[in-house]
């Protein structure tokens, strides 16, 4: 079954520190791959995807996320993070436009000063 | 200028109630989905419409009905609420890849 795992459920990092959110997906085939942030009580915002092409994939907010087909994995990386990051993060799968978003279950992430 | 937009943000409501929920999209995506954010953050799809067509129906109880009068609207009724039915429930659009998300209706059975 299509499947979409985010391993860390929680995690805390100091201000100004680099981050790294783990992402495994399970598909046939290389699915389209996304990562959304959700600030508390807030809706979902899309912060980048990779669809094919280069690997590295440039996002909003200074974030960035690898695709690595060897690894099924597709991690979010921010070099410094700020307070204002602190929210529930969300890697997602589908297996081309126009199809359901499979969602992992969420990486809390807490800043501390 | 919203691109989709749901309504009501909240809905507070007892037991037992029907209610539904409405989204609109302005964007001219074809395809509309409804999804359901639990307590613990999981979000799950119930429904996609394609052009007005069911498309996938997650094993949703058959007190949900969706319901899509053209391919910008898609509203959700729930009959006979129940207390495990409290939950934020996103519409969402997309097109070519392109998802967007509703701010979410946050659903609350008393």
């Known amino acids: 079954a299509q499947s979409v795992t985010q391993p860390d459920i929680h995690i805390t990092v100091s201000e100004g520190a680099s981050l790294e959110l783990r992402c495994n997906y399970s598909y046939g085939a290389t699915p389209y791959l996304f990562w959304y942030v959700q600030s508390p009580g807030q809706g979902l915002q899309l912060l980048l995807k990779?669809?094919?092409?280069?690997?590295l994939v440039q996002g909003i907010k200074g974030f960035e996320a690898e695709f690595k087909r060897s690894q099924s994995s597709f991690n979010l990386r921010k070099p410094s993070v700020h307070w204002s990051d602190a929210a529930e993060y969300f890697c997602?799968?589908?297996?081309?436009?126009?199809?359901?978003?499979?969602f992992g279950t969420g990486t809390r992430l807490t800043i501390i000063p | 200028d919203t691109a989709v937009s749901q309504t009501p943000k909240y809905l507070v409501t007892q037991m037992g109630n029907d209610k539904s929920i409405k989204c609109e999209q302005n964007l001219g995506h074809d395809t509309m989905y409804w999804y359901k954010q639990d307590s613990k953050k999981f979000l799950k799809i119930m429904f996609s419409?394609?052009?007005?067509?069911?498309?996938i129906n997650e094993t949703v109880p058959n007190r949900f009905s969706p319901k899509s009068p053209d391919k910008a609207h898609l509203n959700l009724h729930i009959n006979s609420l129940e207390l495990g039915d409290s939950a934020v429930y996103f519409c969402a659009s997309s097109h070519r890849g392109g998802y967007t998300f509703g701010s979410g209706t946050r659903l609350t059975v008393v």
């Open positions: 990779y669809f094919s092409g280069d690997t």
């Open positions: 997602a799968a589908t297996n081309f436009g126009n199809e359901k978003l499979t």
């Open positions: 419409y394609n052009n007005k067509e069911l498309i």
